[in-house]
């Protein structure tokens, strides 16, 4: 009797823990499909097209990602693959309720007695939750997702809804995602156009889009395709007569997706990779996220940057270009092209190419040179000159066509004559470690070796780098952000992202800073020629405002880089073979650019100073001697000083005998050397 009492007892625990399992089970779930209630209907598509707006609210570009997606009624797919798609994923689906349980059932004690999570049963509808969704990895939280998802499909859509979802994004390899662009991309044609034949190919391919695909593997493709046709004819989609004139049809390929008209642009990709590395996405989830780009391009400066490059480029010629025009007090981009024609070459030269500035990088030697104590009255003298350096090894620097003063210089005209052993002289005063130093305060990010002659701008950077590093000379010597994004608004419509404005740093001396500025605009100043003109002599007479700026050139490069108030404009010019700049108009594109568009960009605006510090004073000097001038000085040039630097002695070079004779000096050795190296030095 015990043992009977006790078995009794144990069957009525087992039936008690059974009941209580599938108690558990109901109950788990009645939770789950009131929950997927609660959730609500998931979207039927998670790929939405980005949008870039300018800072005007104009949109200006809009990212579809690097796959085609064509979405189409089902009314508009083709009956045959519709039929070949449910034949061969999804027989029952117009029976089911999202799941196959008996498949579930079979395929889950495969799973347990392998111990594994590699057979499946997904019906249409799982496999349209786990393409929108989720990812594909084999994980019982995954298949937990997918569950929920696939319960939210059926309870709050059609059948027809979800096969038509399903449909529009099933990928099919190639990059091709639904129905309508893969027959595009196999056929180069509709998706109602298909024939039995042609959809018994497509819908074999997504169970292995490359294995399967007819591109890679021809016969295991028909081997496929013969599957799906006898499947079709065996759930009575087919007749026999279709069965047998689809299997005699030849298909042709056409291997080849129709070009979308939206045109991208270095721009555009230069947005895409800033609000991928803002968001931590990469560039792919953000191209086809259904976010809102509010940029800080100028719809404006933009097309007139691009007008004056096509402009004034010879259209036969294959140099290339990279500008940025950018807000100095902000260190926001209105306008930025990385190339001549993106549909020859989408790199960006104006943000990842690296070449020499050459003297366009002097400006940040004399910053340095003006914490040294020098002046615009500094002389140093002009002649060939051989610089002994460490390990006993020598330097010897050059000018431009080997025109030289032989004789003392000043500050004043060393910078808008870009004398290159005034500024080799300078280097080593100061130290070549201070003048990194200098750069890279203001934004040169690339590598500088600290050699003599990176006093010649001879370290390679970016047009970026030197844009945003002149935007500091520009405000005062302000840190700044240069950047291309205001905000970011997500696909719920949400602000993702926002810039906000904030204080920035001082990081240059203000009166320092002003004072190179100031020395800057002497570029246009032909009072300022000496031994040869002002660099900027060719398009000073283009210029009818105060500009500040330098230009650089290397035997393969040409740099123009200068800004006024508001506005800096950076312009590289070369080849990217790094080939040699041989005619004089390749080195003159990069300062007509620039002029034509900064005159351009500031039409019909209010005339702007550079603020003149409190702590500077101005005088008038000569500028061969640096001297204050007098009457009888050949030109007197107003030059500004930190308060108590000033020269306090007047100009003894000139006398009323001796007045016109430094000129008349200049011109009678510019006419010695000849008409075409007085040529040349219009374009230096």
Known sequence: MGYMHTL?????????????????????????????????????????NTIYYAQNGDVIGEEKGAESRYWVDLD????????????????????????????????LLLNVKNLSLKEGASTLTQQY????????????????????????????????????????????????????????????????????????????????????????????????QEHTLHAMHAQDKIS?????????????????????????????DTILEAAADILSLDKAAIQSGGYRIHTTIDTDRQAQLQSEVNEEIDTSSDIEIGAIAMKPQTGA??????????????????????????????????????????????????????????????????????YYADAPITLAQALPLSDNIYAVKTGLFVGIDQLV???????????????????????????EEMVT?????????????????????????DVVFERHKKQPDQILNPTHTFILTHLLTGMFNDQLSGYMSVTGSTIADQLTRTYAGKSGTTSSDSWMIGYSPSLVTGIWTGYDDNRTLDS?????????????????????????????????????????????????????????????????????????????????????RQEKRGFLERLFDLFH
């Not at 990176?454 to 950077?461: C, H, K, N």
């Not at 603020?611 to 107003?638: F, R, S, W």
């Open 76 to 107: 508009d797919i083709s009956p045959h693959i519709i039929d070949a798609t449910l034949a061969v994923e999804d027989q029952n689906f117009y029976h089911h309720r999202g799941f196959d349980l008996k498949g579930i059932t079979r395929a």
């Open 8 to 48: 009794f007892k144990k069957k009525k625990l087992l039936k008690r823990g059974l009941l209580g399992i599938v108690i558990l089970f109901v109950c788990l779930i009645v939770a789950i499909y009131i929950i997927s209630f609660l959730l609500g209907p998931p979207p039927l598509s998670n790929d939405q």
């Open 333 to 402: 981009i209105e306008a930025l092209i990385g190339g001549r024609d993106y549909e020859q070459s989408a790199f960006n030269r104006a943000t990842k190419a690296k070449r020499m500035p050459g003297s366009a990088f002097k400006p940040f030697l004399y910053y340095t040179a003006l914490e040294h104590n020098y002046t615009a009255s500094t002389t140093l003298m002009s002649q060939p000159t051989t610089f002994k350096i460490a390990d006993n090894n020598s330097y010897q620097p050059s000018n431009f066509n080997d």
């Open 469 to 493: 590093a002149y935007s500091v000379l520009a405000n005062g010597g302000l840190n700044i952000e240069p950047h291309i994004i205001n905000k970011i608004i997500g696909p719920e419509g």
């Open 129 to 224: 939750a786990r393409n929108l969704y989720l990812n594909h990895e084999k994980t019982w939280s995954r298949k937990l997702k997918e569950a929920f998802y696939t319960i939210r499909l059926e309870m709050f859509y059609d059948k027809d809804d979800i096969l038509e979802g399903y449909l529009n994004t099933i990928y099919f390899g190639h990059g091709a995602y639904g129905v309508e662009a893969a027959s595009r991309h196999f056929f180069n044609k509709h998706a109602n156009e298909l024939t039995i034949s042609e959809a018994a190919m497509l819908a074999g391919i997504p169970k292995g889009p490359t294995y399967y695909s007819p591109l890679n593997n021809k016969e295991r493709a028909e081997a496929r």
């Open 240 to 268: 026999k007569t279709d069965l047998e004139n689809a299997q005699q049809e030849t298909l042709t390929y056409d291997n080849g997706l129709q070009k979308d008209d939206n045109r991208a642009s270095h721009f555009q």
């Open 437 to 463: 130093d200098t750069a890279q305060k203001v934004g040169i990010t690339s590598d500088l070796p600290e050699v003599p002659s990176l006093a010649l701008g001879t370290a390679s950077v970016s047009v």
């Open 584 to 668: 004089v108009g390749e080195t003159t594109y990069a300062k007509n650019i620039w002029a034509g568009f900064m005159e351009t960009a500031h039409e019909n605006k209010p005339a702007e100073t550079f603020d003149v510090p409190p702590t500077v004073v101005a005088v008038k000097i000569d500028p061969q001697t640096g001297d204050i001038a007098t009457p009888y000085c050949d030109e007197a040039v107003l030059m500004y000083y930190e308060r108590g630097t000033e020269p306090t002695s007047h100009c003894t070079a000139h006398f009323p005998t001796d007045r016109n004779k430094g000129k008349h000096m200049v011109k009678e």
